[in-house]
């Protein structure tokens, strides 16, 4: 799903190779892009990026799908999340590193991945290629998985315009539809992990958490680019639905 396909490789939504496969020179221990005609000057920052990212040299090794992997693997080494799932979600599973990492630590683990983008088929792994907005999703998930999910994941980021607030407001309303996909489907007691980008917007998403979860922690794994702003919202022991607090609506002053 391009709005909501794992930026793996790239930043907050982007490219998902590893640029492994464009020579490059090296210039004090730096790769350096052999040439730039037919690239625009942000690609070719993006593919040097790629080239000198020791993330992306070590998913090529170890076999994952992008350096998104490190990213789950950082937050469940520090917060658990995987531990004792037995259910689980993946929305902008392509190209698949966050399914694999799941599969990787929990082998008997059940897992459904959506997006709109093709994931290559990965053993263990059930995947629908679709909205997972669209009418009569929910069910369709529900039943390949085989009931309610213990975690539901989401590294999903709209495609980005360059402009940092729009980008920002656009990925916002992707997290607040995976949150309220998340609050639909869990079971009591799960837990859902999404990005989010910094700025600003992100206080009401927060609150909206803190009514039916338990705890909501936010975390930056160390493999997240410290240029980036992005972290991750990890909200843990989905509240049973009769138990929630009503929401407070503030009143205009008279």
């Given at each position: 799903?391009?709005?909501?396909?794992?930026?793996?490789?790239?930043?907050?939504?982007?490219?998902?190779?590893?640029?492994?496969?464009?020579?490059?020179?090296?210039?004090?221990?730096r790769?350096?892009?052999?040439?730039r005609?037919?690239?625009?000057?942000?690609?070719?920052?993006?593919?040097?990026?790629?080239?000198?990212?020791?993330?992306?040299?070590?998913?090529?090794?170890?076999?994952?799908?992008?350096?998104?992997?490190?990213?789950?693997?950082?937050?469940?080494?520090?917060?658990?999340?995987?531990?004792?799932?037995?259910?689980?979600?993946?929305?902008?599973?392509?190209?698949?590193?966050?399914?694999?990492?799941?599969?990787?630590?929990?082998?008997?683990?059940?897992?459904?991945?959506?997006?709109?983008?093709?994931?290559?088929?990965?053993?263990?792994?059930?995947?629908?290629?679709?909205?997972?907005?669209?009418?009569?999703?929910?069910?369709?998930?529900?039943?390949?998985?085989?009931?309610?999910?213990?975690?539901?994941?989401?590294?999903?980021?709209?495609?980005?315009?360059?402009?940092?607030?729009?980008?920002?407001?656009?990925?916002?309303?992707?997290?607040?539809?995976?949150?309220?996909?998340?609050?639909?489907?869990?079971?009591?007691?799960?837990?859902?992990?999404?990005?989010?980008l910094?700025?600003?917007?992100e206080?009401?998403?927060?609150?909206?958490?803190?009514?039916?979860?338990?705890?909501?922690?936010?975390?930056?794994?160390?493999?997240?680019?410290?240029e980036?702003?992005?972290?991750?919202?990890?909200?843990?022991?989905?509240?049973?639905?009769?138990?929630?607090?009503?929401?407070?609506?503030?009143?205009?002053?008279?």
């Amino acid at each position: 799903m391009t709005a909501t396909g794992r930026g793996g490789s790239g930043g907050s939504g982007g490219g998902r190779g590893s640029g492994s496969s464009t020579g490059g020179r090296s210039l004090g221990g730096r790769t350096r892009v052999k040439t730039r005609r037919g690239r625009t000057n942000s690609s070719a920052r993006w593919l040097e990026r790629q080239l000198n990212d020791p993330y992306v040299k070590r998913a090529q090794m170890e076999g994952w799908r992008a350096r998104a992997a490190f990213k789950l693997i950082e937050l469940d080494e520090r917060l658990g999340m995987l531990s004792g799932v037995d259910r689980v979600i993946d929305l902008g599973a392509a190209p698949g590193s966050w399914s694999q990492v799941v599969l990787k630590r929990r082998p008997k683990v059940k897992i459904v991945g959506i997006d709109l983008l093709e994931v290559e088929p990965l053993a263990g792994l059930t995947f629908i290629q679709g909205d997972f907005l669209a009418e009569g999703m929910d069910a369709q998930l529900l039943a390949l998985l085989g009931g309610a999910p213990d975690l539901v994941l989401s590294d999903m980021a709209a495609n980005t315009v360059g402009h940092p607030q729009t980008d920002h407001f656009r990925t916002m309303a992707l997290v607040e539809a995976a949150a309220d996909f998340a609050m639909r489907v869990l079971k009591p007691g799960g837990c859902f992990v999404a990005k989010v980008l910094g700025g600003g917007a992100e206080g009401a998403l927060v609150a909206e958490l803190k009514r039916h979860f338990e705890t909501v922690r936010h975390a930056k794994p160390p493999s997240s680019r410290k240029e980036s702003s992005e972290t991750f919202l990890v909200a843990s022991g989905l509240k049973p639905r009769g138990t929630v607090a009503p929401a407070v609506i503030d009143q205009p002053a008279d």
